[in-house]
């Protein structure tokens, strides 16, 4: 028997924050946005990973994370048809 929700559920992307510290510059400020640059960002990744996230979600909204880090997923309300 399964255990899985029926409920509709989305999530966030996230990615690997070692594979994103291992970017260089130009790559890593692409993909990431941070107000004090790219320096500021590999400085707020670090925090991250030295305080046990593994994660980082791409969506700032996301209200419901893992302790990793990763979007924990959202519950979908269906729209009638």
């Known amino acids: 028997m399964s255990n899985l929700s029926k409920t509709p559920t989305s999530w966030h992307i996230h990615m690997p924050i070692k594979t994103l510290l291992r970017y260089g510059d130009k ?4 993909i990431v946005t941070h107000p004090q640059g790219v320096d500021g960002a590999r400085n707020e990744l670090t925090k991250m990973r030295d305080e046990g996230k593994e994660f980082l979600v791409c969506d700032s909204s996301c209200d419901n994370r893992n302790p990793n880090g990763s979007c924990a997923g959202h519950q979908v309300e269906e729209e009638d048809a």
């Open 27 to 30: 790559r890593l400020g692409e």
